[in-house]
């Protein structure tokens, strides 16, 4: 079921997850379409996503954008400076300057970064967060990643464990998607593209997610014409029959990866599972060193021990 609309302002919106902006070019949404796109999302009782890029946004714009409640989700360097203080999520493409950010309490911030730049900016990561409350850390070279390199996420993310549990005893619960998101998880937390959310892209035509809409022919209907999403059971979790019983819930379970990687919006790569299952271990570790330094914390929360990182290793062995 729809639960939120995804409106990119401009054709080289910032982008917040593991795809590359599409275009070096504003060309910004038309005020026409956007009001209507609001008005559509207003009628289906959408929650409303504006995405933002660098470089100020016409007035007519913003205009249309403050008729309606909404989430902003802008870059780092945005040149508003009063806009990029109110949004609600903040995105960096790299490390420059981070942990020199003014940072808020309330808001997510977001690092895109790739898997050698996260492994070289841990200390900045440990630098950073007694300063937010929440930090997402998206990788954006999971494609073709090698087994020494899971090999060095793994060893980076024990790495960041006793700052992150020192946060938590120190009464500061901060949120790191990578390592605290599945202590505290029942079940899975994706992102769900393509099921509880859609993107109207400037050009007025719907797509799944932003990374989609580099191609009109991946086009899922348009405003006129309305939402036609092709065979939409595939990207609902009853119909991805290894996430469907996959107990790391904080995998982002991206179709778009998926796309790219296997063909199939509802079959998991080899990397983006163990990825997830390195997080997922990682977490584990970070449970039970809180429980040492704090008998019965989150005593409601279990992770089980498992024997592999790739479930299709586990579905080989099994057969």
Known sequence: MLKYLIIPLSCNAVSFCHYDSHANTNDFISVDTLKKAIFWAMKENLSVQFVYPACDVPADILAAIDTVDHIDIVPSDMSDAELRAQADIVVFDDWNDIDRYEFSDGKAYVVRTSLAAFIDNVQTVK???????????????????SDVQIDSYKESLDSLIPAVAAEYLAGHPVQLNILSDRMVLD???????????ITLAPDGNFYICPAFSDMQENTVGNLQTGLDVRNPQLYKLTHAPICRICDAYQCKRCVWLNKQLTREVNIPSREQCV???????????????????????LEDKKIEEVGYLDPFEKLIQTQ
């Not at 937010?132 to 999971?142: A, E, G, K, P, Q």
């Not at 079940?187 to 959310?197: K, Q, R, V």
């Open 127 to 145: 630098s950073v967060l007694p300063k937010l409350d929440r930090l997402n850390v998206v990788l954006t070279d999971i494609p073709g990643m």
């Open 187 to 197: 079940g899975m937390n994706n992102c769900n593209a393509g099921d509880e959310s």
């Open 275 to 297: 990825l997830a299952h390195v997080e997922r271990n990682a977490s584990k570790k970070l449970l039970e060193e809180l429980r040492k330094m704090a008998p019965g914390y």
